[in-house]
């Protein structure tokens, strides 16, 4: 009696029935690859020490932080995020070392190789505006400007509101996109993306606190002013 042949998987995914009939395999290893991301922060680290070392005022540890934290997601949310949101349908059959890095990150999570419509509309959002608030924010702290905590608080809960989202629909599909070995699991997936939960949520109760005490300073004057 003839019995169904089980369909072949040609790639190394999950779920192990996603449609990539498309994928190829990487031209880089994995060493290669995260060395050429690694360069990348590293020169965006350098560009931002050197702006802080040219802004005319006095900033704190936190200040410098926040530049170096910012240029670097404006960096990755920009260009990283933005090349998968341009290039989401053939990622998985693409020889560029920004595809391979996707299809390495891929294991954490495979809705990235397969134009899953919620990754891609949030990495579209992530990349525009993310990217161009986390540069906003980098220059209120460079040039003092009143903008900063506003574009702080607003980066900063973007990053928060798309990440929760993202790993919250995982999760409720039962991380079926996700590959369970530890190294992919709580590396890459909870790991990574556990830095754009704890920075943000700092970074915006510290914004949510200084236009507070700017409010109420603002307030306590306009009181003074009224009685005089």
Known sequence: MATEQEPIVLHPYYP??????????????VCEAFATLGSAIAVLMFTSLVLIRKSRHQLSCKDKFVVVWMLVCAGI??????????????????QTIMADLWREYSHSDSRYLTSDPFTVIMEGITAVFDGSFAVVTAYGVLSDSPIRYTAQLVTSLMQLYGNVLYMGINYM?????TNPHPYYFYGYFVLMNAVWIVIPSYLFVDAVKNIYRGMLIAKRAAIVKKAN
């Open 16 to 29: 192990r029935d996603a449609p990539l009939s498309h994928y190829v395999p990487s031209t880089f290893n």
């Open 77 to 94: 949310h920009i260009v990283l995020e933005g090349y998968f949101s341009f290039n989401h349908k053939n990622l998985a059959g693409m």
């Open 173 to 177: 599909e039962g991380f079926r996109y």
